[in-house]
């Protein structure tokens, strides 16, 4: 099993940018993909972006194609979303999730973050 934590959110200005970390414990990070699911209120949980086990492959959501990077570095453990030019329909909780094999569905993933809060303000 691993264990996830988010970081990195909090109020920022439209147009602004923020990099979110999800940090895991254990040995075996590098055995996972790695995926970003947003969830604002009263809507279903979505995905944001995915990447590959060693990072040479990235998946995105149109909505954050061209504004959002997944990044991760396997020496440290952490996975990253930077986001820029965000606007408020990107306001949401951000979860990070850890799977055996890439998906963009939730139902893919087996261990999730708690999540973090991103608020952008117009």
């Known amino acids: 099993q691993v264990q996830l934590v988010e970081s990195g959110g909090g109020l920022v200005q439209a147009g602004g940018s923020v990099r979110l970390s999800c940090a895991a414990s254990?040995?075996?990070?590098?055995?996972?993909?790695m995926g970003w699911f947003r969830q604002a209120p009263g809507k279903e949980r979505e995905f944001v972006g995915a990447?590959?086990?060693?990072?040479?492959?990235?998946y995105y959501a149109d909505s954050v194609k061209g504004r959002f990077t997944i990044s991760r570095d396997n020496a440290n453990n952490t996975v990253y979303l930077q986001m820029n030019s965000l606007k408020p329909e990107d306001t949401a909780v951000y979860y990070c999730?850890?799977?055996?094999?890439?998906?963009?569905?939730?139902?893919?993933?087996?261990?999730w973050g708690q999540g973090t809060q991103v608020t952008v303000s117009s």
């Open positions: 999730a850890a799977a055996w094999d890439v998906s963009t569905i939730v139902g893919g993933y087996n261990y």
């Open positions: 990447i590959s086990r060693s990072g040479d492959r990235t």
């Open positions: 254990g040995r075996t990070f590098s055995r996972y993909t």
